[in-house]
């Protein structure tokens, strides 16, 4: 027979408003003392935990997701785990479970893992800053102790959950399962360490001393081989759940000895494969065979991605700095090193003030290109080309811009990005400037882009203009709009306003340039585009 302990130490810390509960992890132990003298220990996980307003445990208490009593939990998920701020509902693989909540009297109780035997009310004394000290024990509502400190939850042959007190001790019997709980020794050993039982080389088999119910995205087993790999289409069952395919470097069956007797492999399982599959790293060899070779086309010759080119990239002959890889469904934009979102399903519009000369769009090989040239040749004067797309987000939102900008003009030339109030030349561009002098000044201006109206001063100098990529985004919170830009060591923040200076609410962005005399030219490749929450 074995006992389940629960012991119950209240740790309260004073803050704001809210004050924090952890109670100690739910654990069972053996009646019969091991070697040492002392009792294994077995980590409950999975119990249900709720926090009451009643003795009657019917209404449910309102806990936070923080000591700043901000966010509330769902009221099926009360639980904040210590050290997080996400709401669960049952208490995690060590047993460990605590509420952030306002002072007050409080009862909680639950449902055990394996048979849903319930447990509580426990009464629950907060005062701000402050702990309670101790709790009371209730069978459905009836008094059976108050004062207590150590809950005992002991398995019994029957499924009626008793209660009794001795002491400061709660006693509760129930029904356990034990073959489905797991214990802090399985857990140190690896709860899903495998020995092979499988029959060959291609059908590996196996089952932890935990059973396994389901195959889920991202889980893993460690497998203890019998069999060397034999070569070919290989699978792995596991606790009966089917065999399924085994790929090595996700992309090929084992070759002979990839698998060795009696050497761990780690194996993954991953669901978007069509029916999943274990993906493993090869321990005996190296890859069987190359990895998919890079294409080389124009865009438009791109062939279609298929589980046959899984891992391939495709470059494309008209744009440098991008280049796409294949998932084995969708060929996914990469530039920078980053996954990026290709600024081509943005509807753009040319915008022009000032001058005669238009700026051209097109679509490269997935990025978005806008050009400019100065033939006009009415003598200094700054004549503005850009683009422009709609922004129909509310605050809070951020824009997330990745692009090279070749630039040959004056010192009294300048290029902006940001947002508008409009897409006429009579309306506000707020945005931060790039000068060729090599200063940005970040102002507000007509679509002259001659900062009318600015305000800043020249910083950050030297600019990205003359980093091979710029990398920019524009936040706004709901109350200032914030200008970042990262040239490979992180986001620097450049500038800070109010969202309401020079206009309220933004309904396009874009970028663009000005060119101050004739033959001054400017070219912008946008390679990714973002606007989300």
């Known amino acids: 027979m074995k ?59 309102t806990t936070y997701t923080s000591i700043a009593c901000a966010a509330t939990c769902p009221s099926t998920s009360q639980i904040v785990l210590a050290g997080t701020s996400t709401c669960t509902g049952a208490t995690d693989f060590l047993g460990n479970f605590g509420f952030w909540v306002t002072a007050g009297t409080y009862y909680w109780g639950g449902t055990l893992p394996n048979n849903a035997a319930a447990f509580g009310p426990f009464a629950l004394t907060l005062a701000s800053g402050g702990g309670g000290s101790g709790f009371a ?63 060959s080389g291609t059908a590996y088999a196996g089952c932890p001393t935990t059973t396994i119910n389901a195959l889920t995205n991202g889980m893993q087993v460690t497998l203890i081989p019998a069999h060397a790999s034999a070569g070919g289409a290989t699978t792995f069952n596991l606790c009966t759940l089917g065999a399924v395919p085994v790929l090595g470097w996700g992309t090929s069956n084992p070759a002979s000895n990839d698998i060795l007797v009696n050497r761990p492999v780690v194996l993954c399982y991953d669901s978007s494969f069509s029916g999943g599959a274990w993906v493993y790293t ?84 997935g990025a978005t290109r806008l050009s400019g040239v100065r033939a006009d040749a009415t003598p200094t004067t700054y004549f503005f080309q850009g683009m422009l797309t709609p922004l129909s987000m509310t605050t809070p939102y ?60 020249p910083l950050l100098a030297p600019f990205s203009l003359f980093a091979p990529v710029i990398r920019a985004k524009l936040v706004d919170d709901g109350t200032n709009r914030n200008w970042y830009v990262n040239e490979g060591g992180g986001w620097a923040l450049q500038l800070s306003i109010s969202n309401t200076m020079q206009f309220g609410a933004a309904s396009y962005w874009g970028i663009g340039c000005t060119t101050y005399a004739a033959p001054e030219q400017f070219q912008f490749t946008l390679y990714h585009a973002s606007v989300h929450h």
């Open 3 to 61: 006992r389940l302990s629960l012991f119950l130490l209240f740790a309260a810390i004073a803050a704001a408003q809210c004050v924090r509960v952890d109670p100690t992890p739910i654990v069972t132990t053996a009646s019969t003392a091991g070697p040492g003298g002392f009792p294994a220990l077995y980590a409950v996980s999975g119990a249900s935990v709720g926090l009451f307003t009643d003795a009657a445990m019917t209404t449910r208490a």
């Open 137 to 199: 024990l209730q069978n459905s509502g009836t008094p059976i102790g108050s004062g207590l400190t150590t809950l005992n939850v002991q398995p019994d042959a029957s499924t009626i959950v008793t209660t009794s007190v001795a002491g400061t001790t709660g006693n509760v019997k129930y029904a356990i399962n034990t073959a489905t709980i797991p214990n802090i020794a399985a857990s140190q050993a690896g709860l899903a360490t495998v020995a092979d039982t499988g029959a």
């Open 282 to 365: 090869p321990d005996g060899n190296a890859p069987g065979g190359s990895a998919p070779a890079p294409l080389f086309n124009t865009y438009a010759s791109r062939p279609a991605c298929t589980s046959g080119n899984r891992g391939q990239p495709f470059n494309a002959s008209e744009v440098s700095n991008k280049h796409w890889v294949c998932d084995g469904t969708t060929w996914q934009p990469v530039a920078f090193d980053m996954q990026v979102v290709e600024p081509t399903a943005f509807t753009w519009t040319p915008i022009m003030s000032g001058g005669t000369d238009t700026p051209t769009i097109t679509s490269v090989g």
């Open 398 to 457: 951020t824009i997330e811009v990745a692009f090279t900008l070749n630039y040959e003009a004056s010192a009294s030339s300048m290029c902006q990005w940001g947002v508008a109030n409009g897409n006429s030349p009579s309306s506000v561009f707020l945005g931060t400037v790039w000068q060729a002098s090599r200063y940005t000044t970040t102002c507000a201006s007509l679509f002259t882009a001659l900062c009318s109206g600015g305000y800043g001063s």
